[in-house]
């Protein structure tokens, strides 16, 4: 036994050398730069720094290299990671209606207030092979005009509505309770739209997508409408004690999207636009979409609608859609299971017997 123990303890060893073999490659190429990372391969980064909880992309780049590109691996090195930092203090909620916008568009009205700001996006790109980039950086790209971004806040799509009172309004109640922390207290049901949120914000985006997808396909009562997706920095502020007011502390990237859902009402409520609603850290707009689609099917119980579909029901969406549980559940048949596989295969070996002499079987029992 304890050379076994020994002789697998070397095995894992090697694996590690072997690992990181791998992870370098050819070292006739030049190594991959976690700046690299950060600077070239946003949209991987910004997934990670969202469905890790860390606002950071250096840690997130780092994360990507150290596990050769595997998001959800470095998602998971990322909240490792974030498990050991100290909690220094609790930021105020974001105003995103300061957002300095890099992209705004709606599916919604046509010509908006502050305008259309199409921004950075692969919607109308032909989805061909670009070639030229195997030329490894030597063609020099021709520097993009900068947009027309409006420098004071612009209105929501969602406050155009509101002035016809077509859409539904969540005004804060008074004395309304800080949300529960998911990091520091496990998810019950039922889960409130605060905490549903929190899930989904650090939920797998490619479960949320097929969710989202699903609600579309008729499995939920809902009609979407994009009613506004923005795309910019934000300043995030904190209270210090020693102050009693506001101050900034720095600027984040997000992407935050209001989907506009036609309701027919209820004993309650008259026939309105409902919502639903999706946030992520940096330039996440199929997280941001697919969260919100999946945030308005959670809400049906509350606003009267049948729960019939998997989207619409609390405990299977957001009990299924952390990629890092679901990774470790799956991942972990890979591990030794000799003694429970041993004892369900003299299981069956006892069923076969009894199945091919069901007469002897019956007498020896009543023996």
Same mark, same amino acid.
């Given at each position: ?27 006739? #190429? ?13 949209? !991987? &980064? ?69 305008? #259309? &700001? ?39 799509? &969602? ?38 949120? #929190? ?38 502020? &904190? ?126 029992? !009543?023996?």
């Amino acid at each position: 036994m304890y050379v076994a123990v020994k002789g697998g303890e070397a095995a894992i060893l090697n694996s590690y050398q072997l690992l990181a073999r791998q992870r370098r490659g050819d070292v006739s #190429q030049p190594e991959l730069s976690v700046a690299q990372i950060r600077q070239q391969l946003k949209l !991987a &980064v910004d997934r990670v720094m969202t469905e890790g909880s860390v606002y950071d992309p250096e840690l997130a780049a780092l994360a990507i290299k150290q596990a050769a590109g595997d998001l959800v691996e470095a998602i998971f090195l990322l909240r490792a990671y974030r498990a050991t930092l100290p909690r220094l203090g609790t930021t105020c909620a974001l105003d995103t209606s300061r957002m300095v916008l890099d992209r705004r568009i709606s599916a919604t009205f046509k010509d908006l207030p502050g305008g #259309q &700001v199409l921004g950075p996006t692969y919607d109308y790109t032909q989805r061909l092979l670009d070639f030229k980039l195997l030329a490894e950086g030597m063609v020099t790209q021709p520097a993009a005009a900068a947009a027309a971004v409006p420098p004071d806040p612009t209105p929501r799509v &969602v406050d155009l509505l509101n002035q016809e009172g077509l859409i539904e309004t969540r005004p804060v109640p008074p004395g309304d309770p800080a949300p529960t922390d998911l990091t520091r207290e496990p998810l019950r049901f039922p889960a409130n739209r605060a905490t549903r949120l #929190q899930n989904l914000a650090r939920g797998d985006e490619g479960f949320l997508l097929a969710m989202a997808y699903s609600t579309q396909r008729g499995y939920s009562h809902s009609h979407p409408f994009v009613g506004e997706v923005r795309l910019g920095t934000v300043a995030v502020e &904190v209270v210090p004690e020693e102050l009693g007011f506001a101050i900034e502390i720095g600027d984040i990237e997000i992407t935050e999207c209001e989907m506009v859902n036609q309701f027919a009402g209820s004993k309650s409520q008259p026939p309105q636009f409902t919502r639903g609603y999706g946030l992520a850290f940096g330039h996440s707009e199929r997280k941001a979409m697919a969260m919100s689609l999946v945030d308005r099917a959670l809400r049906a119980d509350e606003l009267g609608e049948p729960v019939e579909s998997p989207a619409q029901m609390q405990e299977f969406v957001l009990g299924h859609s952390d990629s890092l549980e679901a990774s470790g559940f799956v991942q972990h048949l890979k591990l030794p299971h000799y003694v429970d596989f041993q004892s369900e295969l003299e299981l069956v070996r006892k069923m076969r017997a009894a199945a091919a002499h069901p007469t002897t079987t019956a007498e020896e029992d !009543a023996a």
